[in-house]
């Protein structure tokens, strides 16, 4: 019998400022196999994670506007409603010039956005995720995400952690959450800055592994376009492992993907 090819996401809503967010997944599981004689596109799906430490006032453009089915905590009635922030050091380039970063990134060639990841191809594809991410922030006029070194670090070692221990949740076994792993990078200086964060989860099968595919459905899920599409996101990171979590993927081969976002508001 041929393998179908399946495809499952994941995102997470956490309290405001929590290390110690909770996931509400809804933990239904789905068979490829009984999808008979179609593509399976399958999901365990849960509202998008926006951590914000209750130090961040307004988002650096000066909006808190939320997108369409972004569920978020409110803040605490004592955090002002600040004016414009200054931009730092990671938001430079692109503030310059936001509509020349827009038109860019809207008239970007996506390249290898059909690869099936492999462990030689992992560049190619993580490339091939930002220039879609961005591309479909250009066409709703957000700017386009930069990548992030220290996130892209959080995001690989999730993505492969979730093949390793076989699970598919933002947060990990032993309790560990994406804040805390995001924080072990560096990538929030110290304690008295604020931050915004998000993270995307997703495995897919077979033809539905590839960037092409991955993106596809997270635009396709309110809760994910949300992250993508989160105004106040400057920065970002992308982690592909070329493997599937074992009690998940049915054997068949895949990948397993990883997106974090992130904005630090000094």
Do not use: K
Not at 225 to 245: C, F, K, Q
């Amino acid at each position: 019998m041929s393998m179908l090819p399946c495809i499952s996401l994941a995102a997470l809503a956490a309290p405001v400022g929590s290390e110690a967010a909770v996931p509400r997944v809804h933990h239904a599981r789905h068979d490829c196999a009984l999808r008979a004689a179609r593509v399976a596109i399958v999901g365990r799906l849960a509202p998008s994670c926006r951590v914000t430490d209750a130090r961040a006032g307004a988002s650096p453009d000066g909006r808190r506007r939320p997108a369409a089915g972004h569920a978020r905590s409110s803040l605490p009635s004592a955090v002002p409603q600040a004016a414009p922030t200054t931009p730092g050091p990671a938001q430079t380039a692109d503030q310059e010039s936001p509509a020349a970063s827009i038109a860019e990134a809207l008239t970007a060639s996506c390249q290898n956005t059909e690869l099936v990841p492999t462990a030689d191809d992992i560049e190619l594809v993580r490339t091939a995720v930002l220039c879609l991410i961005n591309r479909e922030r250009a066409q709703h006029g957000e700017l386009p995400l930069q990548d992030n070194p220290q996130l892209q670090e959080a995001a690989e070692e999730h993505s492969s952690e979730l093949v390793v221990r076989d699970y598919f949740a933002h947060v990990s076994p032993t309790g560990l959450t994406p804040v805390q792993r995001i924080s072990a990078t560096g990538y929030i200086p110290g304690p008295h800055v604020g931050y915004v964060i998000g993270e995307n989860l997703a495995w897919g099968t077979l033809a539905l592994s590839t960037p092409q595919s991955i993106v596809a459905a997270w635009i396709a899920s309110p809760d994910h376009l949300a992250n993508i599409l989160e105004g106040s996101y400057r920065d970002t990171g992308v982690g592909i492992a070329p493997a599937v979590p074992a009690s998940l993927g049915g054997g068949e081969p895949g990948a397993t993907y990883a997106q974090e976002f992130g904005v630090i508001i000094p």
